[in-house]
């Protein structure tokens, strides 16, 4: 089965740094598309932690971890024409354009999603390297299964 991301809650502090926060499990891409100008320093908002973050699918909203999570190749499909909604109506992208960008971003998502386990959490770090090109770092932690505690002994 495809893997893909969607957003991790754990509490306000997303809101707190983001422009605007992800909700809980809202589906998410690496956001790698959307990344500002690193190398010169420049970012299109004080806020907008596009060096550690990633991007929601339909909206201009952010989060710091995602879940790698299983679905069908019915829900990819519906990804790919959701983000590219998205581009088209509210980033104003020609059809052609934003086909392209959702594809081309919806399979990288998927690549690196695959080359973790199902149900990890992961972050990214974006640097840029001497050549002036963005490197991806991504870290993975355990899923915290808050409030599913096992029954006392």
């Given at each position: 089965?495809?893997?893909?991301?969607?957003?991790?809650?754990?509490?306000?502090?997303?809101?707190?740094?983001?422009a605007?926060?992800?909700?809980?499990?809202?589906w998410?891409?690496?956001?790698?598309?959307a990344?500002?100008?690193?190398?010169?320093?420049?970012?299109?908002?004080?806020?907008?932690?596009?060096?550690?973050?990633?991007?929601?699918?339909?909206?201009?909203?952010?989060?710091?971890?995602?879940?790698?999570?299983?679905?069908t190749?019915?829900?990819?499909?519906?990804?790919?024409?959701q983000?590219?909604?998205?581009?088209?109506?509210?980033?104003?992208?020609?059809?052609?354009?934003?086909?392209?960008?959702?594809?081309?971003?919806?399979?990288?998502?998927?690549?690196?999603?695959?080359?973790?386990?199902?149900?990890?959490?992961?972050?990214?770090?974006?640097?840029?390297?001497?050549?002036?090109?963005i490197?991806?770092?991504?870290?993975?932690?355990?899923?915290?299964?808050?409030?599913?505690?096992?029954?006392p002994?």
């Amino acid at each position: 089965m495809p893997r893909v991301l969607k957003a991790v809650r754990l509490d306000d502090s997303d809101a707190q740094i983001h422009a605007e926060a992800c909700d809980a499990d809202e589906w998410v891409t690496t956001g790698g598309f959307a990344v500002c100008d690193l190398a010169q320093g420049l970012h299109r908002a004080a806020a907008c932690r596009c060096a550690s973050s990633f991007l929601s699918l339909t909206r201009d909203a952010r989060t710091t971890l995602a879940e790698v999570v299983e679905v069908t190749e019915a829900d990819v499909a519906l990804f790919r024409d959701q983000m590219r909604q998205h581009l088209v109506l509210h980033w104003k992208a020609p059809d052609a354009d934003a086909r392209e960008t959702a594809d081309a971003e919806i399979d990288y998502t998927l690549d690196l999603a695959s080359s973790f386990p199902a149900e990890v959490w992961i972050s990214v770090r974006r640097t840029v390297n001497a050549e002036g090109l963005i490197d991806e770092q991504y870290n993975q932690y355990e899923r915290l299964l808050i409030g599913a505690h096992p029954p006392p002994a």
